[in-house]
């Protein structure tokens, strides 16, 4: 690695801990302004995503066991037809949570656990047509 890229890993790194240290009890990432017990849906999928792609740069188990711990609580919080109203902007669902689905499937592909693709596929999948 040269000079200038480990400098941004090791920044990286540090703001990846920073998270892990800030990381609500249940998995969930803060959201809203300041560090606040406010947890957010989209600021979570978001967080994973960095923590996996910190996780495949440097193999530091951390990462990959606070993506987990999140991935967890998203699953948990996720409605029954899939999307997230819960824990989301305004309380209702939003079109840009597919980029919840997009750190949860990246997930599963680093562990193999079949709920987190599961849960990915239900929110992005379109329902049945029920029109006539």
Request: aromatic share 10%; no cysteine; hydrophobic share 40%.
């Amino acid at each position: 690695m040269g000079g200038r890229e480990e400098r941004f890993v090791e920044r990286a790194v540090r703001m990846g801990d920073w998270e892990i240290e800030i990381q609500l009890d249940t998995g969930a990432v803060r959201g809203g302004i300041g560090v606040n017990q406010h947890p957010e849906v989209f600021n979570t999928g978001q967080v994973i995503q960095g923590w996996t792609a910190l996780w495949r740069k440097t193999k530091e188990p951390r990462f990959l066991a606070a993506a987990k711990r999140a991935a967890r609580w998203l699953v948990e919080v996720q409605d029954d037809d899939g999307k997230w109203s819960a824990h989301s902007y305004l309380g209702s669902p939003h079109s840009y949570h597919a980029r919840i689905a997009w750190p949860l499937l990246e997930l599963h592909a680093l562990t193999g656990d079949p709920l987190l693709f599961r849960s990915a596929r239900q929110n992005v999948q379109m329902p049945p047509n029920t029109g006539s």
